[in-house]
T-cell receptor
Framework: AQSVTQPDIHITVSEGASLELRCNYS??????LFWYVQSPGQGLQLLLK??????LVQGIKGFEAEFKRSQSSFNLRKPSVHWSDAAEYFC????????????FGTGTLLAVQP | DGGITQSPKYLFRKEGQNVTLSCEQN?????MYWYRQDPGQGLRLIYY???????QKGDIAEGYSVSREKKESFPLTVTSAQKNPTAFYLC???????????????FGAGSRLTVL
């Protein structure tokens, strides 16, 4: 069965430090993968997506993610974190063929220290 | 600007009452979705609809009902049969034309329901 795992529930980084959020998936075919960000009490905003092709995808706000099929991973990275990046981050996988349903990971809450 | 409007943002309900959460989109999207979000559990799919007058159950449909009488509207009713309705509810939509855009969901700002 398909699944998405985000091993880190909570991460704290210092402003200006680099960031990597982990995401592992389980799916029998080539996945469509996404990273969304959610500010407190708000909806989700798409950061980036992977459908096919180049395994390093660029997104908004300086984020990037790398798809590694051999490791079933789609980790999110940012070279220098800003205080405004504090939020919850969700990795998601699209499945279901024409219905294109999304399954989400449980999220990683990012705190940024000054 | 186009987007998804959810209302109310906050709602309090007594046990045994049904409540309806509104979701309206002006993106001309075909498909609409309702997700429930609980701390530490991510988002779980309640119902979805790909066309007017048709909808399907998601993973946690028990205690909920929906309708899709208009393309732009997809209200969710939380019935008294839902055992633990206190949660944050998110509505989303997507187009079903083309390829790269077909899988991307646009989300509303959410509605927080608290049962007293």
């Amino acid at each position: 069965a398909q699944s998405v795992t985000q091993p880190d529930i909570h991460i704290t980084v210092s402003e200006g430090a680099s960031l990597e959020l982990r995401c592992n998936y389980s799916y029998g075919a080539t996945p469509y993968l996404f990273w969304y960000v959610q500010s407190p009490g708000q909806g989700l905003q798409l950061l980036l997506k992977y459908f096919s092709g180049d395994t390093l995808v660029q997104g908004i706000k300086g984020f990037e993610a790398e798809f590694k099929r051999s490791q079933s991973s789609f980790n999110l990275r940012k070279p220098s974190v800003h205080w405004s990046d504090a939020a919850e981050y969700f990795c998601a996988l699209s499945y279901g063929g024409a219905t294109n349903k999304l399954i989400f990971g449980t999220g990683t809450l990012l705190a940024v220290q000054p | 600007d186009g987007g998804i409007t959810q209302s109310p943002k906050y709602l309090f309900r007594k046990e045994g009452q049904n409540v309806t959460l509104s979701c309206e989109q002006n993106l001309n999207h075909d498909a609409m979705y309702w997700y429930r979000q609980d701390p530490g559990q991510g988002l779980r799919l309640i119902y979805y609809s790909q066309i007017v007058n048709d909808f399907q159950k998601g993973d946690i449909a028990e205690g909920y009902s929906v309708s899709r009488e208009k393309k732009e509207s997809f209200p969710l009713t939380v019935t008294s049969a839902q055992k633990n309705p206190t949660a944050f509810y998110l509505c989303a939509s997507r187009t079903m034309t083309g390829h790269s855009g077909a899988n991307v969901l646009t989300f509303g700002a959410g509605s927080r329901l608290t049962v007293l």
